[in-house]
C-alpha cells in the first residue's frame, strides 16, 4: 500500500512538473513573439526610410504603398551634397557631440566622485540642489543661456554649441551611484600606497566604471548629435549649422524632394548606429550590473 502510494506521488510529481515545464516555455514563447512583433514595429520606418532614399520622387506617394523601389536611384545621396553644405555640417555635428561628450564626462566623474566619497559641510544639501535642476526643462533655460551667449560673444561659435552642455546633473547623479556601488577597501588601499585622491579616481575608480562611462557618453553623443533647437537659435551661419539643422532645411514650403531627405537622413543615422554597436557589449553589461546591484 505505502509503495502505491509512493508511486502515484512521483508520478504526479513529474507531471506537475512537466506542467510548470510546459506552462514557463509557453510565457517565453508568448513573450519572444510580442518582442519580435514590436522590434519589427520599430524597424519598419528606418527600413521605409532607407527604401525612399532610393526611390524617384514619383514612387513615395502612390495610391498601394510601394516599399520597393522599381529601381536603385542614388540621386538624392548626390544632390544633398550640393543643396546644403553637408559636409561642413557633418563635421560641425561630430566636432560637437564629441567634444559635448567629452566634457561631459569629465565633469560628471568629478563631480559624482566628489558627491560619492568626499565628505564636507552640506555635501547632501547642495547634491539634492543639483539634482533638481533635472526637473527643469531645458526649454526653460534656452532664453537665459542666449543671452549669456551674446553677452560673451558667443554667438555663432563652437563655444556656444558645447559650452552650455559641458556639465549637467544627469551624468553626476549616474556616475554618483557606480561609485557608491563599489567598495571602499580598494580605494583606502591606494591611498595607503601613496596615491592621491585624483589618483584614486584615474588609476582605481574610473577603469572599474567603464560600463557606467561608456552608457553616458553614448547618451550624450546622441543627445548632441540630436539636438536641434539650441544650434538652430545660437548659430545663423550656414557654416556654423549642425546636420539637424541641416535636415530641416531641406524640407520645402511647398514641395519637399523626399529621396534626397531621406538619403540625408540615413547618412545622419549611420554615426548614432556605429556608437551604438561600438558601445552595445559594455551598455549591456552597466544594465545588468545596476540591475544586479539595486
Known amino acids: 500500500m505505502s ?6 506521488r512521483a508520478v504526479e510529481a513529474v507531471r506537475a512538473r512537466r506542467r510548470r515545464v510546459v506552462t514557463k516555455t509557453a510565457g517565453l514563447g508568448l513573450v519572444h513573439i510580442v518582442l ?3 522590434a519589427i514595429f520599430m524597424v519598419l520606418p528606418f527600413v521605409w526610410m532607407l527604401l525612399t532614399s532610393f526611390k524617384d520622387q514619383s514612387e513615395v506617394f502612390t495610391y498601394s504603398i510601394q516599399w520597393l523601389p522599381s529601381r536603385i536611384n542614388l540621386e538624392g545621396y548626390r544632390e544633398v551634397w550640393s543643396e546644403i553644405p553637408f559636409a561642413r555640417m557633418y563635421v560641425n555635428s561630430f566636432i560637437v557631440a564629441i567634444s559635448v561628450t567629452v566634457c561631459q564626462l569629465v565633469t560628471s566623474a568629478l563631480a559624482g566622485y566628489a558627491f560619492a566619497r568626499l ?13 533638481s535642476a533635472m526637473m527643469i526643462p531645458h526649454q526653460a533655460t534656452v ?5 549669456l551667449m551674446r553677452k560673451f560673444n558667443m554667438v555663432d561659435r563652437y563655444t556656444s554649441l558645447i559650452l552650455p552642455f559641458a ?11 557606480f561609485f557608491m556601488s563599489m567598495p571602499r577597501s580598494l580605494e583606502e588601499a591606494a591611498i595607503i ?32 548629435w540630436n539636438d536641434f533647437m ?24 511647398v514641395s519637399t524632394e523626399w529621396p534626397m531627405l531621406m538619403a540625408a537622413t540615413v547618412m545622419a543615422t549611420v554615426p548614432i548606429l556605429v ?5 552595445q557589449r559594455q551598455f549591456i553589461e552597466s544594465i545588468a550590473f545596476t540591475g544586479l546591484k539595486y
Open 3 to 8: 509503495t502505491t502510494m509512493t508511486n502515484s
Open 167 to 177: 556639465a549637467g546633473p544627469f551624468g553626476a547623479f549616474m556616475l554618483r551611484q
Open 230 to 253: 539650441w544650434p538652430l537659435i545660437v548659430t545663423n551661419k550656414m557654416s556654423m549649422r549642425t546636420l539637424q539643422v541641416g535636415l530641416a532645411l531641406l524640407r520645402a514650403e
Open 143 to 147: 532664453i537665459p543661456s542666449f543671452l
Open 36 to 38: 519580435i512583433l514590436g
Open 119 to 131: 565628505d564636507f559641510p552640506g555635501r547632501d544639501v547642495v547634491f539634492m540642489i543639483y539634482l
Open 275 to 279: 556608437a551604438f554597436l561600438a558601445a
Open 193 to 224: 600606497d601613496g596615491c592621491s585622491r585624483f589618483g584614486v579616481l584615474r588609476c582605481v575608480v574610473l577603469p572599474l566604471c567603464k560600463p557606467a562611462l561608456v552608457t553616458l557618453g553614448l547618451f550624450q553623443f546622441m543627445f548632441s
